[in-house]
């Protein structure tokens, strides 16, 4: 019993870790969000809304400078100040915003949120729990392994992640008449805009697949609903 005890420490210690990340995180964004009120957005946004059979898409701005849009492990969405600037002054559409909204939905809606934070808050729990294993076993390499394992399996969900959001926005997009258009021409605006980046962005937001490949998988999907 007692030679387990070490690895239900970890594992304690990892749900613990988990559990502080989403607080922490939520205490953040209540701390520094508030709702968007932006009469342009919403008709937009009530046009994904009825898509979805939903009274209304709710969203929060994140006063951060960063450009990024965010699903919170409790469902929420944001958009950062400094996107919301970029649409005030006219660097991106409304339907580029909106298709912003439309990719965060995906995340939601596909239980990415959650699990995200525990890709990126909880990552270093991960990382010692599988250590602390796997050193039982393998002395000295142990650590090496459990560092490449937790890499290696945060890098691969987050990228399938990012298409199956996207694949999401586009199906959305779509059938709320908005179309797929601004979510590409954001794509290509997005690395520039994403470039002058201020401030420190919390740790599970994590950076998207490139921009070639996500279009190319945006309009592999089209080609495909043209031919069903
Ligand atoms: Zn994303």
């Known amino acids: 019993m007692i030679k387990f005890f070490p690895i239900l420490l970890a594992v304690i210690y990892g749900l613990v870790m988990y559990r502080f990340s989403v607080w922490r995180t939520s205490r953040e964004l209540d701390e520094r969000s508030t709702e968007l009120v932006d009469p342009k957005l919403k008709r937009l946004t009530d046009k994904m ?10 969203v929060h701005i994140y006063e951060i400078d960063p450009v990024n849009g965010l699903a919170a492990p409790d ?13 005030q002054n006219g660097e991106v559409s409304a339907e ?23 890709d990126f808050s909880g990552q270093n729990a991960l990382r010692t729990a599988l250590a602390m294993i796997l050193s ?3 002395p000295g390499v ?18 399938g992640d990012e298409y199956e959001a996207d694949a999401y ?7 709320a008449g908005i179309g797929t258009d601004p979510q590409k021409m954001l794509f290509n605006k997005l690395e520039e805009l994403t ?10 937001l994590m950076s998207h697949p490139k921009t070639p490949e996500r279009i190319a998988a945006i309009e592999k999907l089209e080609q495909r609903w043209l031919e069903a």
């Open 49 to 58: 809304a009825s898509a979805l059979d939903l009274d209304r898409v709710k």
């Open 75 to 87: 469902g929420r969405i944001f958009i950062t100040r400094g996107f919301y600037r970029k649409y």
């Open 96 to 118: 580029e915003l909106a298709s912003v909204i439309a990719h965060e939905l995906g995340h939601v809606a596909l239980g990415h949120s959650r699990r995200r934070m525990i």
């Open 136 to 138: 039982r076993f393998i």
């Open 142 to 159: 142990g650590v090496w392994i459990a560092n490449m394992l937790t890499t290696l399996l945060a890098a691969r969900l987050s990228r």
């Open 169 to 175: 926005a586009a199906a959305l997009l779509t059938k």
């Open 195 to 204: 470039q002058a980046r201020s401030g420190a962005m919390p740790a599970w």
